[in-house]
């Protein structure tokens, strides 16, 4: 009885974590996809183009 309550207990608050960590990260991406993609994307250029 115990075990199963501490059990569900655990399961909440994981899925409630997991809730709060996809929420961080998506919000996170939306945020950071554009600057971050644009920024690699230009580096990855500049890279390319120095090397070839």
Known sequence: ???????????????????IYYQLLSTLGCYSRSRFLNRSLSFV????????
């Open 45 to 52: 250029m500049i890279f390319f183009s120095s090397s070839a």
């Open 1 to 19: 009885m115990k075990t199963s309550a501490s059990n569900n207990f655990m399961n909440r608050l994981y899925t409630h974590q997991n809730r």
